[in-house]
């Protein structure tokens, strides 16, 4: 079955900062999903990347698509404190089932 | 338009209950899928109903059902209740097949 490993876990950066989250696939990415989600909420959709080299922004939030590695970085530029809670990458897996990676956990110090 | 909702919010039971989680999806989707996310890991999927048909199922013993109602709104059902069953209860909704999904707040629910 397929697995997601996020990178980091948890990372705290001072406001202002850019940052990366990296979303490592165990087999062939068809579909990538960004969420984002405040602790004990729902889900909220940032982004859906594919194909292989696809790239999408919204607001100073960009995601890319590596689809030879296999892998999906999610980038946010002059981070705010807006930008923290939980960032979770997901996969489509067999028709529209995503399996989902653990999540990293962003603060932001301001 | 509104989004996805969940009723309840919260809940609790005790060992051995019965629970329904109710979803309504956004409205035209027709594709409902329900997570589970217990605390500190990723959402796992548990089912997928479009059109009123399983479209799949995760890996959840026979516990756990849900059904599709002809208005698309959605019931999981949870029998017998352990004290794992104690998470975080996430209902998504899609146009159908392969698009974007959107999630709901989800029911908290824990389990005595």
């Known amino acids: 079955s397929q697995e997601l490993e996020q990178s980091p876990q948890s990372l705290i950066v001072q406001e202002g900062k850019n940052l990366t989250i990296n979303c490592t696939s165990s087999k062939t990415l068809y579909g990538l999903y960004w969420y984002k989600q405040k602790y004990g909420e729902g889900l909220i959709f940032l982004m859906m990347l594919q194909k292989g080299g696809e790239e999408k922004s919204h607001e100073k939030i960009t995601a890319k698509l590596d689809e030879k590695k296999q892998q999906s970085s999610l980038h946010i530029t002059a981070s705010q404190p807006s930008h923290a809670g939980i960032y979770l990458c997901?996969?489509?897996?067999?028709?529209?089932?995503?399996?989902f990676g653990a999540g990293t956990i962003l603060r932001v110090k301001s | 338009d509104a989004g996805v909702t969940q009723s309840p919010t919260h809940l609790i039971k005790t060992r051995g209950q019965q629970v329904t989680l109710r979803c309504s999806p956004i409205s035209g989707h027709k594709s409902v899928s329900w997570y589970q996310q217990v605390l500190g890991q990723g959402p796992q999927f548990i089912f997928q109903y479009y059109e009123k048909e399983e479209r799949g199922r995760g890996n959840f013993p026979d516990r756990f059902s849900a059904r599709q109602f002809p208005n698309y709104s959605s019931e999981l059902n949870v029998n017998a209740l352990l004290l794992g069953d104690s998470a975080l209860y996430l209902c998504?909704?899609?146009?159908?097949?392969?698009?974007?999904?959107?999630f709901g707040p989800g029911t908290r629910l824990t389990v005595l």
């Open positions: 998504a909704s899609s146009f159908g097949g392969r698009n974007e999904q959107f």
């Open positions: 997901g996969a489509d897996n067999d028709g529209n089932k995503l399996v």
